[in-house]
């Protein structure tokens, strides 16, 4: 999938990789595409209801021998 920006957050556990997550998309354009790399084990859950508390729209995640992928769509 193509992105926009890309954010690493791998070795952060929760809250962090939502707070960075957040400021990223702040900083982008509506309609822009975030990559997010991510480590921790409740990243799934905690991306998902993010998505829903924002209004971001979550496109994908994937996990990969417990390296996870989001793509965030800016509301």
Do not use: H, W, Y
């Amino acid at each position: 999938m193509n992105f926009d920006r890309e954010l690493d957050v791998k070795g952060l556990n929760c809250p962090l990789p939502i707070l960075r997550t957040k400021k990223a998309l702040s900083e982008m354009s509506s309609g822009q595409i975030l990559r997010v790399v991510a480590t921790d084990p409740n990243a799934v859950k905690d991306f998902r209801a993010f998505a829903k508390q924002t209004g971001n729209e979550l496109l994908s995640d994937a996990d990969s021998d417990g390296t996870f992928e989001f793509f965030f769509k800016r509301k």
